[in-house]
């Protein structure tokens, strides 16, 4: 049974760092084509896709944000974790983690979300 | 900046069909764009429903389908049941930097 979890504040102030941890069980994302992805969803907003880490460390980003993010795994504590820099009220959302199955592009299995608000 | 539109709301019958569309703006969606669909409902995480145009997961309800229709990506509902009021979500991949997008969502009213 595949679960994702998502861990971090809940409120940051502009300009700061955001750090987020997913941490999964069920599947290890040391195996060949499997990926965990961010995504996040402005409140009554759409969804939006943010980063993905491969199995083999490969890693790509919303190439409007990607001089924001970074997206790094812990194979063996079955973590990844995503930083943004430079917080600003307009990224208070719901972030989610989610699983990249090795079968097809997509996310199967996704956390429950974490509320972000970014506010003074 | 690549954008994903679907339609922004439908209204449908208990019991009845509708048939919501995922289109990318850089051209005809086809298989290789790996259409996902996913189901949101208030307050919920998204659930996947669709991946790879049409095929479905383990739990998702038969009535639910997924094609091609008119250069389009598109999630038909056949025999709507109450439950399925939701806001809808189709995903495109696109391989490049742009990996992933997200269509703009269908809310889906059963009246």
């Known amino acids: 049974q595949i679960t994702l979890k998502e861990s971090g504040p809940t409120l940051v102030k502009p300009t700061q760092t955001l750090t987020l941890t997913c941490t999964f069980s069920?599947?290890?994302?040391?195996?060949?084509?499997?990926?965990v992805g961010w995504i996040r969803q402005p409140p009554g907003k759409a969804l939006e896709w943010l980063a993905l880490i491969y199995w083999d460390d490969d890693k790509r980003y919303r190439p409007s944000l990607k001089s924001r993010l970074t997206i790094t795994k812990d194979t063996s504590k079955n973590q990844v974790v995503l930083t943004m820099t430079n917080m600003d009220p307009v990224d208070t959302a719901t972030y989610y983690c989610?699983?990249?199955?090795?079968?097809?592009?997509?996310?199967?299995?996704w956390g429950q979300g974490t509320l972000v608000t970014v506010s003074s | 900046q690549t954008v994903v539109t679907q339609e922004p709301s439908l209204t449908v019958s208990p019991g009845g069909t509708v048939t919501l569309t995922c289109a990318s703006s850089t051209g005809a969606v086809t298989s290789a764009y790996y259409p996902n669909w996913f189901q949101q409902k208030p307050g919920q995480a998204p659930r996947a429903l669709i991946y790879s145009t049409f095929n479905k997961h383990s739990w998702t309800p038969a009535r639910f389908s997924g094609s091609l229709l008119g250069g389009k990506a598109a999630l038909t509902l056949s025999g709507v049941q109450p439950e399925d009021e939701a806001e809808y979500y189709c995903?495109?991949?696109?391989?490049?930097?742009?990996?992933?997008?997200f269509g703009t969502g269908t809310k889906v009213t059963v009246l």
């Open positions: 989610a699983h990249d199955s090795s079968e097809y592009p997509g996310f199967d299995f």
């Open positions: 995903l495109l991949y696109y391989g490049g930097p742009q990996l992933f997008v």
């Open positions: 069920g599947f290890s994302l040391s195996t060949s084509g499997v990926g």
